[in-house]
């Protein structure tokens, strides 16, 4: 792999940087993204330090008077996304969509702040930055543990695909075919506009997609109500294991700087939520399979879902399950880590999250094999991401056979990963 990747991982930052955040792509996704913006922050800090702590206090400054911080900033209007904030209407003083993502703020702290330890001037700022954000992130968490366990299970829920981040994976077939779709106000899709529609959600997801949308709005977007009254409520193991992982990182920065109850409490939440999500492990499928809160059935789903908990503390017998699984999947298709399992009904090789390849859940492997000890797939993993590069640029995901880009291009959170692998 060449400096010029990296260089060129740089120039994709800088084009989409828009001065405190940065978007994910230009046209496709104007505005700023939760979960793009920590990941993205780590290839920031190659750059600066400065700039990588600014992204993930920009999306802060929008985090609710509750805790949530949402799934979208729209910090600049644009017609080319939809939903933008006239459907949301979520009443916020800059628009925001009135739903969450991926919690992948305490994993970025921590690894901001860690990086930050070799010079004492970037220490300095590490620490001030750092503990202002650590209130942030931990109200965060408790919101989630407040409004979407509010049962006291120890794991949380997520209310709509698109919080997963993972938003047409097979793993919501099911509980997607329960929410109803009639009704919704006629609404015209962006997204195909930017990028070919056979790699995009279905319209009949986009359906049920608003209709949860125009269900909570109706709903005042009171937190409150919204989990016990959504009738697309699923616990997935990979939003839990990274919750799990953030508030364990959360309690290892606060510990550092001293902040004892912070660090007590997220530790807290962190071990009751990884006792919770053992009992998710799924024997004959040697993985983590969720399940859908509304009726009480399993997913048994062969997707990536399953294996992205190994960014938590799991066991090591389920670790190395995890990554022979992954191994596995090497076998059969030139590149790793497919989204969906290969052989398993649902996959799709060019569509969205049903088997295409990202680097972020690359990356979120990658991390929790090495973690894990498990290193030779993590080097597999690198190895084959950087080809990914070599072989199709920057794009949003890729085909697990070909190598293919799809999706969105010059795509900023992919670059980000570039940049965490070789730097
Ligand atoms: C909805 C921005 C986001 C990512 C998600 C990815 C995709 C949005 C969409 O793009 O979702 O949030 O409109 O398709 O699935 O993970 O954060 O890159």
């Not at 990941?39 to 992204?55: C, K, N, P, Y």
């Amino acid at each position: 792999m060449s400096s010029a990747s990296l260089e060129n991982a740089f120039a994709v930052l800088r084009e989409n940087d828009r001065g405190t955040y940065t978007v994910p792509t230009k046209g496709l996704y104007p505005f700023q993204w939760n979960w793009d913006s920590c990941l993205t922050a780590l290839g920031l800090a190659a750059i600066s330090q400065d700039r990588a702590w600014t992204e993930i206090e920009t999306l802060f400054e929008h985090q609710w008077p509750d805790g949530m911080v949402p799934q979208i900033v729209f910090h600049v209007p644009s017609d080319t996304y939809f939903p933008g904030p006239d459907i949301w209407q979520t009443n916020r003083p800059t628009p925001t969509s009135g739903i969450t993502q991926p919690a992948v703020a305490g994993f970025a702290v921590r690894r901001l702040f860690d990086r930050a330890q070799d010079r004492h001037t970037d220490r300095a700022m590490a620490e001030t930055r750092s503990r202002a954000l650590l209130h942030k992130i931990d109200a965060w968490h408790a919101w989630f543990y407040r409004n979407r366990d509010p049962h006291g299970e120890g794991l949380v829920a997520i209310l709509h695909p698109w919080e997963a981040g993972r938003d047409n994976s097979v793993d919501w077939d099911e509980a997607l075919a329960q929410v109803p779709t009639s009704g919704i106000t006629p609404y015209r899709r962006r997204d195909t506009d930017h990028a070919n529609p056979a790699h995009r959600p279905t319209d009949a997801q986009y359906d049920a997609f608003v209709w949860l949308v125009e269900h909570f709005r109706r709903l005042g977007w009171d937190n409150s109500l919204l989990h016990d009254a959504s009738p697309f409520r699923v616990v997935d193991p990979a939003f839990n294991a990274i919750l799990i992982r953030s508030c364990a990182d959360l309690a290892a920065v606060a510990e550092a700087l001293g902040e004892k109850t912070l660090a007590q409490r997220n530790r807290a939440w962190a071990q009751r939520s990884l006792d919770a999500l053992d009992a998710l492990w799924h024997v004959s499928s040697q993985r983590y399979q969720g399940f859908n809160r509304a009726t009480g059935e399993r997913i048994d789903s062969r997707s990536i879902g399953g294996l992205l908990p190994i960014l938590a503390a799991i066991p090591p017998a389920r670790a190395a399950a995890i990554a022979g699984q992954i191994a596995a999947m090497g076998e059969q298709m030139h590149f790793l880590v497919p989204s969906h399992d290969p052989g398993a009904p649902g996959y799709e090789a060019q569509r969205y999250w049903r088997g295409p390849i990202w680097l972020i859940t690359n990356f979120l492997i990658e991390n929790g094999l090495r973690q894990a000890g498990q290193t030779e797939v993590a080097d597999r993993i690198v190895r084959s991401s950087l080809d990914l590069i070599e072989k199709s640029g920057f794009a949003e995901y890729y085909e697990p056979q070909t190598g293919a880009a799809l999706g969105g291009g010059r795509f900023t959170w992919t670059a980000a990963m570039v940049i965490e692998f070789l730097t």
